[in-house]
């Protein structure tokens, strides 16, 4: 499952203003690339973090029990 654009979009303007925070601290060459860099990690582990298999509620609660 791939994040759409639009959902990228509203992951990115959600961060955006912690990115812009954080990269004042960035000399000034490097906060554009680093800004993109940042980016597309988000955008990375987003993808990668939907894309796991997640065991619903009541195979939660077995695998739970049995490891108890």
């Known amino acids: 499952m791939n994040l ?6 509203k992951l990115l303007e959600s961060f955006t203003p912690m990115i812009k925070n954080k ?6 060459q490097e906060r554009d690339d680093l800004e993109q860099e940042l980016k597309m990690k988000i ?3 987003a993808d990668m ?5 997640v065991p ?3 195979e939660f609660i077995t695998n739970l029990l049995e490891n108890l």
């Open 4 to 9: 759409h654009n639009e959902d990228i979009e």
């Open 23 to 28: 990269l004042r601290n960035t000399s000034y």
């Open 43 to 45: 955008c990375e582990k």
């Open 49 to 53: 973090l939907l894309c796991q298999d």
């Open 56 to 58: 619903g509620f009541w």
